[in-house]
């Protein structure tokens, strides 16, 4: 039997991820309070739009020295933690709190291997923007539910040297029960507990997945291993989800059923 092994939602886009016992789907396709938050670069304006493009504000593919950030969103005070090395700050959401966390990331940036890349032309100082509450700041317009399977994980794991696990992959949701690489021949719908997604297309992944999430360090070719030792024609690992009927709430342990 297929079931849901753990959720995880990103408050804030490109850092650590949060897991949760359930997870609350939007009617709009979006997970409750994920990617809520992002360090964008100082030129840009404040987004009206429902997408954020990496380009825009620190994100793993360009900085992968953010994994070794902990962030910890207090949902009940609307406080925020970093911490890394010996920074250890926690902020409200205010004006002062908000400038604050993006000194501490700054500061902590300016000591890693990712230091030079703060001097390009628009990118300090950084602005952390957005509410904490509306997901918003994803890379595609409608937002989507990320999958996969962990057996999937462990294939790829197992075709390197480097320790590969779920946290590379940031998906919302990671079942166990499926076989290796099963759900990217999942088509039509699928049900995961009370709520019914339809199948959108395999992701495609970024160098994100290189990052290791300890260390913050590229460790891996994971690119080129899935599209060498696994002949795949674009490097691929688990599938975006849209609901069906106006979204709910899903948990850990619930079942998950390939409709077709």
């Not at 789907?25 to 954020?52: E, I, K, M, N, W």
């Not at 937002?143 to 390197?160: F, K, W």
Request: glycine share 8%; charged share 30%; with cysteine.
């Amino acid at each position: 039997m297929i079931r849901v092994e753990s959720l995880y939602r990103y408050p804030v886009k490109g850092f650590t991820p949060e897991r949760r016992p359930r997870l609350v789907v939007q009617t709009d396709g979006r997970v409750q309070g994920d990617r809520a938050l992002v360090f964008a670069f100082a030129d840009v304006d404040h987004p009206d739009d429902a997408t954020f493009p990496k380009s825009r504000g620190l994100a793993l593919m360009t900085f992968p020295t953010l994994a070794r950030i902990a962030l910890t969103l207090d949902d009940a005070t609307d406080r925020l933690r970093l911490r890394v090395d010996d920074i250890d700050v926690e902020a409200d959401l205010d004006e002062d709190g908000r400038r604050r966390l993006a000194e501490a990331v700054t500061a902590y940036l300016r000591t890693s291997s990712d230091a030079k890349l703060l001097d390009r032309d628009g990118i300090l100082p950084l602005q952390l923007i957005g509410d904490s509450r509306t997901a918003r700041f994803q890379d595609r317009p409608q937002g989507y539910i990320s999958l996969h399977g962990a057996a999937s994980v462990q294939d790829l794991d197992a075709a390197v040297p480097a320790p590969v696990d779920d946290r590379r992959f940031r998906s919302n949701i990671v079942v166990s029960g499926a076989a290796p690489w099963a759900e990217l021949e999942w088509r039509g719908r699928v049900r995961i507990g009370e709520v019914e997604f339809e199948v959108q297309k395999p992701i495609e992944r970024c160098a994100a997945i290189t990052a290791n999430p300890d260390t913050g360090v590229r460790d891996a070719r994971l690119l080129r291993v899935l599209t060498t030792e696994f002949a795949q024609t674009e490097p691929t690992l688990g599938i975006l989800l849209l609901p069906v009927d106006g979204g709910g709430t899903i948990a850990e342990g619930d079942e998950v059923v390939p409709l077709g």
